[in-house]
């Protein structure tokens, strides 16, 4: 019987192959080598997300196209699991982990709070609760996604439905009646995002920077990102689209306006006013507000297989289940806990960070 480390780096090597084959199946085919940059964890829908909370999962190659295919319903089953490690603020209890919480499969940190979910489908919550964002309907059982915002959490249902509880001040935490064939979700400061089965987009809750209005004949998109009052998506060509507020930086270019050029995306992670892309090579790319250096990506962060951008730091998963954070750390938000190994998966709230390490059954 395999080992639990074994599955691990099993999971890690079939990322990076399907990486790789997206590559390769590009080059083939004529299409420029992707540039591209990190992934988003939660969400997500990685991610996600305040900060971007995906739960969506990394797109991952066909063996016959070029062009990155609209991923499925998450299998939790299929999922590898462990304990959750948080670090940062905790001021709000978001890193006190609850105890005997094991078999978790995803996690999505929000402002002040955090999410697991756990491998039988149901969700746990701690951290802030001011307005029951970790109070998990009764029996909300057969998830297979979160996603925590500002002060609102989200559930995708295997049945491809979505579950909204905590702040609905703007409607963020109320699906639009009839939303079905939802295959990954997100949620920021006041809005929330769906990524259907057809690769469209539905957007929901505050608009007061046009974040819930989706971009008219958006489509083919594989991965979504809700940042604090703005939006990303990940189209299967590799290229990535943004709408809502452009201009909360004091950058040139606002957060919500993609660079020129930016192709040969595999993932995308949208924060408060910064985003990060992962790119084919496993480099990071940032862009946005850069006033703690939230968005000047050290060197260390290669071989990248994931990212989560918070609020004024950022978080990288690397190939070999270490973590390499960066940005402000005034709550010690990047100071990731010494000998981290073996992570499956991370996130990355307003001022607090987690993060799945697996573990032995």
């Not at 603020?89 to 105890?99: C, F, R």
């Not at 990506?297 to 990288?316: E, Q, R």
Request: aromatic share 4%.
């Amino acid at each position: 019987m395999a080992t639990q480390r074994g599955a691990i780096t099993a999971f890690r090597l079939a990322a990076l192959a399907a990486a790789l084959a997206i590559v390769a199946a590009a080059c083939g085919s004529g299409g420029a080598t992707p540039t591209a940059t990190v992934v988003g964890s939660q969400t997500a829908s990685s991610v996600s997300e305040g900060p971007s909370h995906s739960g969506s999962a990394t797109p991952t190659a066909s063996a016959s196209a070029s062009l990155l295919p609209i991923p499925k319903l998450p299998d939790v089953a299929a999922m590898p699991s462990g304990k959750v490690i948080a670090w940062g603020d905790d001021t709000q209890g978001q890193t006190s982990i609850p105890k005997g919480l094991v078999k978790v499969v995803a996690i999505s940190a929000g402002d002040e709070f955090s999410l697991a979910l756990k491998s039988d489908g149901t969700v746990v919550g701690w951290g802030s609760d001011e307005s029951g964002q970790i109070d998990i309907p009764a029996g909300l059982s057969g998830v297979v996604a979160i996603a925590g915002g500002g002060t609102h959490s989200l559930a995708l249902k295997s049945d491809g439905t979505v579950v909204g509880w905590g702040d609905d001040t703007d409607g963020q935490a109320t699906p639009p009646a009839g939303l079905s064939n939802v295959i990954a979700i997100s949620a920021a400061g006041q809005h929330s995002l769906a990524l259907k089965s057809d690769g469209s987009v539905v957007g929901w809750g505050s608009n007061a920077n046009g974040e819930s209005s989706v971009l008219p004949g958006l489509s083919n998109v594989v991965a979504v990102s809700a940042g604090y009052d703005y939006s990303l998506a990940l189209k299967s060509d590799g290229t990535v689209v943004a709408w809502g507020d452009k201009y909360p930086t004091d950058t040139p270019t606002g957060v919500a306006v993609v660079p020129a050029g930016l192709s040969g995306i595999i993932a995308i992670a949208a924060g408060y006013a910064n985003n990060l892309v992962v790119k084919s090579d496993g480099s990071v790319f940032g862009w946005g507000a850069d006033e703690e250096g939230e968005t000047d990506v050290p060197n260390s962060a290669s071989d990248v297989t994931a990212v989560a951008a918070g609020g004024s730091f950022s978080v990288a998963l690397k190939s070999d289940g270490t973590v390499v954070a960066w940005g402000a750390n005034d709550q010690n938000q990047t100071n990731v806990p010494a000998g981290t190994t073996g992570v499956l998966a991370i996130d990355a709230g307003a001022t607090h960070a987690l993060a799945i390490v697996g573990q032995a059954s």
